[in-house]
């Protein structure tokens, strides 16, 4: 499981010309599931992405979480996360779960996000998406989770 987290001013994602999620300052979440992915590899990934310290303090320095500056989420399903460009030019996509092993593990790792309070809203998962944001820094980390780094 792959998060892409990026830290925004804003975020929104459109279906169809029309708004369906969006943050204010906090996250945007791009988040790939992978074939033998668990709830274990989510909940990890949650909890990591809820206390990841990428805002700045008072001195300038990364030091506060999402939660500490009062800052929401927006989390959208991105399976060319799992995507495979070692190979030629053309990704390959074997690696990345089927839609009905992805999106349990998707939902479930949102409401592990709102376990910890935190304000979360998505998109629609294997919607065709228009993510609009403002990457503030600009400040991106991915995270990865695997079943086999157990």
């Known amino acids: 499981m792959r998060a892409l987290i990026q830290r925004v001013a804003f975020a929104k994602v459109e279906v169809g010309g029309k708004q369906v999620g969006s943050c204010a300052e906090g996250m945007l979440v791009l988040l790939g599931v992978q074939k033998g992915d668990t709830s274990a590899e989510a909940e990890y990934l949650a909890r990591k992405t809820a206390h990841l310290r990428i805002f700045e303090d008072a001195a300038g320095k990364m ?53 910890f309070g935190l304000p979360v809203e998505t998109g629609i998962f294997q919607a065709d998406m228009q993510v609009t944001l403002q990457n503030n820094g600009p400040v991106t980390f991915l995270l990865e989770k695997t079943h086999r780094e157990k």
């Not at 070692?86 to 996000?113: D, I, K």
Request: proline fraction near 6%; include cysteine; hydrophobic fraction near 35%.
């Open 63 to 115: 030091n506060l979480s999402v939660e500490d500056i009062g800052g929401s989420l927006l989390v959208i399903s991105q399976f060319t996360l799992a995507g495979d460009t070692s190979r030629g030019n053309r990704p390959g996509f074997e690696t990345a779960a089927a839609p009905a092993e992805a999106e349990p593990l998707y939902e479930y790792y949102v409401s592990c996000l709102r376990q």
